[in-house]
């Protein structure tokens, strides 16, 4: 069975600083791998998806995501915080013939703050 | 194209009442589905369709019924709302039910059952 966690349910950060943002999955399989961002009052949106190929993914809004397979993680960064980047974020697997059955993590609520 | 649309936006419904949550896409995708959101769980697949008239159970699927009759519209009926069905609910679509494919999410309706 496959499973996310996401470490930390609140992150703050300043504006201009590191955003890092935990994922680690579990997954009998190669997985693919999502992060997706939602906006107050809004639905998900993709930020960027680990397929197979680069291990470094890069995503819209200067984001981008490493998937570390000895380390089953797909941690989120961006260099620096912009204060139009809170918001909730969501680490989702599913894997390949598993139709588009996204597993989601719990999410995690990043503040921005000047 | 207006995307993935879902009505209403809110809704307050009685326990034991019924009613029926709308969702349709403009972009002749293959794959839908419909997503819960509970604070601290994320979001967990109800059903999905790979097809019109093709329908199956996700991971939390007791108390809703789907049916796709079309390649459009993908309905949620709760036949019978109950206080735990109090959620914000989610339909996404995507090109077709491979698992590469990203998928678009509606705007949410926000349920409460008193």
């Known amino acids: 069975a496959q499973s996310v966690t996401q470490l930390g349910s609140h992150v703050s950060v300043s504006e201009g600083a590191l955003v890092l943002l935990r994922c680690n999955y579990s997954s009998s399989v190669p997985p693919y791998l999502f992060w997706y961002v939602q906006y107050p009052n809004q639905g998900l949106q993709l930020l960027l998806k680990?397929?197979?190929?680069?291990?470094l993914v890069k995503g819209i809004n200067g984001f981008e995501a490493e998937f570390k397979k000895s380390e089953t993680s797909f941690h989120l960064t961006k260099p620096s915080a912009h204060m139009s980047d809170a918001a909730e974020y969501f680490c989702?697997?599913?894997?390949?013939?598993?139709?588009?059955?996204?597993?989601f993590g719990a999410g995690t609520r990043l503040a921005v703050h000047p | 194209n207006a995307g993935v649309t879902q009505t209403p936006k809110f809704q307050v419904l009685k326990t034991g009442q019924s009613m029926t949550l709308q969702c349709a896409q403009d972009m002749n995708h293959e794959y839908m589905s419909w997503y819960r959101q509970d604070p601290g769980m994320g979001l967990r697949l109800i059903h999905y369709?790979?097809?019109?008239?093709?329908?199956d159970q996700g991971e939390v699927p007791n108390g809703y019924n789907v049916s796709r009759s079309t390649t459009e519209d993908f309905p949620l009926r709760l036949l019978s709302a109950a206080p735990s069905q109090t959620s914000v609910y989610f339909c996404?679509?995507?090109?077709?039910?491979?698992?590469?494919?990203?998928?678009?999410f509606g705007p949410g309706t926000r349920l409460t059952v008193t």
């Open positions: 369709s790979v097809g019109a008239g093709i329908t």
């Open positions: 989702a697997v599913t894997y390949s013939g598993g139709y588009n059955k996204l597993i």
């Open positions: 680990y397929t197979t190929g680069a291990t």
């Open positions: 996404a679509s995507s090109y077709s039910a491979g698992s590469l494919h990203e998928q678009y």
